[in-house]
C-alpha cells in the first residue's frame, strides 16, 4: 500500500541494475517520478534510461541540481494528472453521447479516411460493432458513402478546418439505411471528426403532421363548400 511522491534511485545497485528497479517502477507505480542519482553514467545509458521511462538523473557530484530536479518532477506529474483527468472527462462524454461520433483519420491525399474512433451511438445507429468499423476504410464500412455527399465534406473540411452543417439526407446501402444529419469538424491538426443522428423517426413524424394537415384542410374546404 506504500505510494511515494517520488522515486530516487543508484543506477548501480546491489544484485541488480537500475534499469531492473526502474522496470519495476513503473510496473509497481507508473504515475510516480523516477531520478536517477549516480556516480557516473554515461550519456547512452542515460538515454536508454529516459526511453524506458526515467523523469531525469544526476550525477552523485552535481547535487545542488536535486532541488529544481525534484520540483520539475512534481510539477510534471501534477500535470499528467490533470491532463488524464481531462482526458477521462471527454472520453466519458464521447461515450455517453446520445449522438452518434466517429473520428477518421484521412491519408496524405485526403482520398481515404479510416475510422479511427466510434462511441457507443454509433453501434446502435449503424447496428454493426466498434470492432467492425475501427481501422477500416470508411468507404468499406459505408460504401455508398460517396454518393451519400458524406466523404467530400469530410475532405473539405479536413482542408479547410472549417466546420460544416451536412443536412438530413438518405443513406442506403445493401445492409442498412436511414436519413442522416451530420456536423463535420476538424480535429486537431490532421482528423476529422463527424457527429451525428438518425432522423429517420423525426423526418416520418414531420411527415404524417405535414398529411395530417393537408387532410385537415382538405376536410375544412369540403366544409367551408358544404355550408
Same mark, same amino acid.
Given at each position: 500500500d506504500f505510494k511515494p511522491d517520488l522515486i530516487l534511485a543508484d543506477y548501480k545497485l546491489p544484485s541488480f541494475d537500475g534499469l531492473h528497479?526502474? !522496470? $519495476? !517502477? *513503473?510496473?509497481?507505480?507508473?504515475?510516480?517520478?523516477y531520478i536517477f542519482v549516480t556516480g557516473a553514467m554515461g550519456e547512452e545509458r542515460a538515454v536508454e534510461s529516459i526511453k #524506458? &521511462?526515467?523523469?531525469?538523473?544526476? $550525477?552523485?557530484?552535481?547535487?545542488?541540481?536535486?532541488?529544481?530536479?525534484?520540483?520539475? !518532477?512534481m510539477v510534471e506529474?501534477? #500535470? @499528467?494528472? #490533470?491532463? *488524464?483527468?481531462?482526458?477521462?472527462?471527454?472520453? #466519458?462524454? /464521447?461515450?455517453?453521447?446520445?449522438? &452518434?461520433?466517429? $473520428? /477518421?483519420?484521412?491519408?496524405?491525399s485526403g482520398e481515404v479516411f479510416v475510422i479511427k474512433a466510434a462511441n457507443r451511438a454509433v453501434e446502435r445507429i449503424e447496428q454493426l460493432r466498434r470492432a467492425d468499423l475501427i481501422g477500416r476504410n470508411v468507404e468499406e464500412a459505408f460504401p455508398n458513402l460517396r454518393a451519400f455527399g458524406l466523404l467530400? =465534406?469530410? @475532405?473539405r473540411v479536413w482542408i479547410s478546418g472549417e466546420t460544416e452543417h451536412f443536412p438530413p439526407a438518405l443513406? =442506403?446501402?445493401? @445492409? $442498412?439505411? &436511414?436519413? *442522416?444529419?451530420?456536423? =463535420?469538424? @476538424? /480535429? &486537431?491538426?490532421?482528423? =476529422?471528426?463527424?457527429?451525428?443522428?438518425d432522423v429517420s423517426e423525426r423526418l416520418e413524424h414531420e411527415t404524417q403532421i405535414k398529411w395530417l394537415n393537408r387532410i385537415l384542410r382538405t376536410i375544412s374546404a369540403c366544409n367551408e363548400d358544404l355550408v
Amino acid at each position: 500500500d506504500f505510494k511515494p511522491d517520488l522515486i530516487l534511485a543508484d543506477y548501480k545497485l546491489p544484485s541488480f541494475d537500475g534499469l531492473h528497479a526502474l !522496470a $519495476i !517502477a *513503473r510496473e509497481k507505480a507508473p504515475q510516480t517520478p523516477y531520478i536517477f542519482v549516480t556516480g557516473a553514467m554515461g550519456e547512452e545509458r542515460a538515454v536508454e534510461s529516459i526511453k #524506458q &521511462g526515467a523523469t531525469d538523473y544526476l $550525477i552523485k557530484d552535481r547535487l545542488a541540481r536535486l532541488p529544481e530536479a525534484v520540483q520539475r !518532477a512534481m510539477v510534471e506529474k501534477t #500535470q @499528467r494528472a #490533470q491532463l *488524464r483527468e481531462v482526458e477521462n472527462h471527454y472520453h #466519458q462524454l /464521447f461515450e455517453n453521447l446520445s449522438s &452518434g461520433v466517429m $473520428i /477518421f483519420q484521412p491519408d496524405a491525399s485526403g482520398e481515404v479516411f479510416v475510422i479511427k474512433a466510434a462511441n457507443r451511438a454509433v453501434e446502435r445507429i449503424e447496428q454493426l460493432r466498434r470492432a467492425d468499423l475501427i481501422g477500416r476504410n470508411v468507404e468499406e464500412a459505408f460504401p455508398n458513402l460517396r454518393a451519400f455527399g458524406l466523404l467530400d =465534406v469530410l @475532405r473539405r473540411v479536413w482542408i479547410s478546418g472549417e466546420t460544416e452543417h451536412f443536412p438530413p439526407a438518405l443513406y =442506403v446501402d445493401s @445492409r $442498412i439505411s &436511414g436519413w *442522416r444529419e451530420s456536423y =463535420v469538424y @476538424r /480535429f &486537431g491538426s490532421n482528423e =476529422v471528426v463527424a457527429v451525428y443522428e438518425d432522423v429517420s423517426e423525426r423526418l416520418e413524424h414531420e411527415t404524417q403532421i405535414k398529411w395530417l394537415n393537408r387532410i385537415l384542410r382538405t376536410i375544412s374546404a369540403c366544409n367551408e363548400d358544404l355550408v
